[in-house]
């Protein structure tokens, strides 16, 4: 079945695949506003010096944190934007997530007036679903002090240092296990708001709930698909840019082209994760 709806998702979104477009400008746009003061903080620290051409063949880590630390006078606008910029992108992300939902319930090809419309009608009641929804983040994200509980049950106030290293591991792997259950959770709580156009976010929510958890195998197998090959593009992104270590006008337009088209297949991974999870929706709840 899992198998199914991953073919049935990447089949509907390569019919559709103008609804990349919308998803790819956004993180174009946002892309921007963040490098683009961060590149006139770095220029004016760096000036005519040789890091320059030092900074164009790889990245010296020693002198980002020294830049981070003492270029405070044109730092100081990236650092707010640090906290801004990401929570407006969210927004947007949901907003868009509404008229792609819609788009992919109805089975057809992006139509802008159905895409725009369907997130102008969807994204108050996305917003009242997370809201709602942020009491039971919580809960799943402290599941990762279980682990301390266990290691005081079991070995007291000052358990050996390999209990302390192994039960870090642990509460990574449980906090880790806690966010990826919220985004299932938030996905088909989405999902069931679309298809049945359900204007009450708390019946949703709930929704979202007794689904994933009825059918976890289903919905984390299919989830953890999409999770490595979205970490398989990620890996053969990072070891074919080191191809384009070299500097030069060529080099840098070839290392933008790459970069570009990385982010297309990314939200081309985000979109079939939308498709495949409403086709699953959609066949465990006939």
């Known amino acids: 079945m899992i198998f199914g709806c991953l073919r049935s998702g990447l089949a509907q979104v390569w019919a559709s695949k103008r609804l990349v477009l919308p998803f790819y400008l956004l993180n174009l746009v946002f892309g921007l506003f963040m490098m683009l003061p961060l590149g006139f903080a770095l220029d004016d620290f760096i000036g005519k010096s040789m890091m320059r051409q030092q900074l164009g063949e790889s990245m010296d880590y020693n002198f980002l944190f020294e830049f981070l630390h003492y270029a405070d006078s044109g730092i100081t606008s990236v650092k707010g934007m640090v906290l801004t910029v990401p929570f407006a992108y969210w927004l947007a992300a949901l907003f868009l997530s509404g008229g792609a939902l819609a788009t992919l319930a109805g089975r057809g090809k992006y139509v802008p007036s159905a895409f725009w419309g369907g997130a102008a009608s969807h994204f108050g009641r996305f917003l009242r679903l997370m809201l709602i929804a942020i009491p039971f983040l919580i809960v799943l994200f402290c599941l990762r002090y279980l682990v301390s509980l266990v290691q005081w049950i079991f070995f007291g ?29 938030f996905d088909y709580a989405r999902i069931h708001l679309v298809l049945t156009e359900n204007r009450k976010a708390r019946k949703s929510l709930w929704q979202g709930i007794c689904f994933a958890a009825k059918n976890l195998k289903n919905t984390v197998g299919l989830a953890l698909i999409l999770f490595a090959g979205g970490w398989l593009a990620v890996l053969v992104y990072y070891l074919t840019s080191n191809l384009f270590s070299a500097s030069g006008w060529f080099i840098v337009i070839a290392l933008l082209i790459w970069q570009q088209l990385y982010i297309v297949f990314r939200m081309a991974l985000r979109l079939t994760t939308y498709s495949s999870q409403m086709e699953l929706y959609r066949k465990i709840s006939k």
Do not use: C, N, Q, V
């Open 157 to 185: 106030s000052d358990p050996y240092e390999y209990i302390i290293y192994w039960g870090a591991w642990a509460k990574m792997a449980l906090g880790f296990l806690g966010l990826i259950l919220f985004g299932l959770i």
